[in-house]
């Protein structure tokens, strides 16, 4: 059948807050769709020529190339406390982090959950992948009870090496965050309510309510050493077993 | 200028960086700087201005750094453990061109050393402190007044450059009380836009606050960027000041707390007929190491004195070569040395 290019419609694009650098994700790594959802959400929101973004150290390292707006890179998990300084000198800016798991939940444990706890009001993408993406693989606060990484190689035993962490239900227990959410991306449906969940966290912040986290929990085909596909399903087969999808805290 | 006031050194530097337009400061608490934290916690707020006592000293700096990125006057204080953990951050603002104010009251060391006056922190200061090719503009006052003036051109400097720049100063000059006309206050409006800070990319492309390139070829480039200003605030921002030298037979050179008490030493000394002069350097980077060695051409005997083992003495010796003799004396560990014993080291030399 011949195409009718006159009364083709277009009906899906990359975002206007997504620009056309090259990606240095690995095939059937989750960075590059979340990626994609944030700058969706820009969109939609309108919110691009007011929103500085915050890069971290690690795989999104380079997370500043990715988005048409302001950005800073800033030292390892210290994101949040970057946010912070951002928000307080203009309030008014839209200042999202954007933090993996070592970043988030080990090296920057503290400037996390205080920039939480002062209910500092701003948006924290917290990427849970259960492993040192960058560096080679080296075990994570968050990784899995038995789960073999370069500095794991009989598989991380609780006994020297300490339990995977819940980071956002430890940032649920405080009082000021309005929005603690753990989302994946393994599936469409899921693709959806991350979507959902990304746009809530920030039109929180956009209507000046406080903070909110929106942790994901993304596929690392490289460093588990599986196929993208198989990845997928161990997320919904044995990563959520650990770490529970769902809100944790939802003071809208 | 305004009013005539007693006030203590930490309340000095913070008012003196309320003047200067400070928009945002974020610090932790430590002895002997809390006065200056505490009245920041007082006066920010009631300017509308942002006070934020951070969890940590690396959190600290790293919000200043945030604010800095924003395009805002900003500023941490600490004593010497505070800074040895705003390191990291320091060694980013200087990397990604960031203008920031840090203050270190000065105590003793290493460790945890103690909460007493002392200047153990040179090294650090100058020489870099963190990680990476870089320096920062070190200002060292000698009295309070001194202090809150030195705290305005910090933010000048810092903003003219696009550079970290250090108040230096120890538990001495941030504790003792003296009487102080305070600047006038800038006009935070008057200040010229920061076209680089990311403040919303409104009506223009993005702009990106980083120390980082993977490629050696462009990290090289962004070093030589550095330099070029490094080698630029060398030639303009020396400062130092020189006391009775036109004819002296031998020098002090200290900085700080030290040379006000040397001042003390150049009258006692000249008193007793013995031809003493100081050299202070107001700048520790850049270092005023051609004052000194124009100095040290018609002075036979150079003493340093600091309250640390010899830091300042390094650069004093680089400068001075063998062109004259440069001993030394100095206290550490929160010790001040009195003018009677300073007196003492220079007659020994004075022969």
Known sequence: ?252 | MGERLLLRGNEVIAEAAIRAGCQCYFAYPITPQAELLQHMAVNMPRLGRTFVQAESELAAINMVYGAASAGVRTMTSSSSPGISLKQEGISYLAGSSLPAVIVNIMRGGPGLGDIAPSQCDYFQATKGGGHGDYHMIVLAPSTVPEAGQLTMLAFELADRYRTPVMLLADGMLGQMMEPVELPKPIEISSLPKKEWATDGAKGRNPNIVLSFDLDPEVLKQMNLILQKRYRQIEAEEVRYEETATGDADIAIVAYGTVARIAKTVVKMARAEGIKLGLFRPITLWPFPGQALRKLSEKIAIVLTVEMSAGQMWEDVRLAIAEQAETPFYGEMGGVIPTPQRILSEVKKHAG
């Open chain 1, 1 to 252: 059948m011949p195409v009718d290019v006159q009364n083709m419609q277009k009906i899906f694009a990359r975002p206007d807050s997504l620009t056309d650098a090259k990606s240095t994700y690995c095939p059937g790594c989750h960075h590059g769709l979340l990626t994609r959802i944030i700058a969706q959400t820009i969109d939609e929101l309108g919110i691009a020529e007011r929103t500085v973004g915050i890069a971290p150290v690690g795989c999104a390292v380079f997370a500043y190339r990715w988005y048409r707006c302001d950005a800073i890179q800033a030292a390892h998990g210290r994101a949040s406390a970057v946010a912070t300084g951002v928000k307080r000198a203009d309030p008014n800016l839209i200042v999202f982090s954007y933090q993996g798991d070592g970043d988030f939940a080990s090296i920057g444990t503290a400037e996390s959950i205080h920039a939480a706890n002062r209910g500092e009001n701003i948006t924290v993408i917290f990427v849970n992948n259960q492993v040192y993406g960058m560096t080679g693989g080296e075990m994570a606060p968050t990784s899995l009870v038995g789960q073999k990484t370069t500095t794991t190689p009989q598989g991380r035993d609780p006994k020297l090496f300490g339990y995977p962490i819940r980071f956002s239900e430890m940032i649920a227990q405080l009082d000021a965050p309005v929005y603690v959410t753990r989302q994946a991306l393994y599936d469409t449906k899921h693709i959806k309510e991350a979507t959902k969940a990304i746009k809530r966290a920030f039109t929180n912040q956009v209507e000046k309510k406080g903070y909110s986290l929106v942790e994901v929990l993304a596929a690392c085909p490289t460093n588990w050493k599986m196929k993208p596909i198989d990845a997928n399903r161990h997320i919904a087969k044995v990563v959520e077993k650990t770490y529970q999808l769902g809100d944790l805290v939802n003071r809208g």
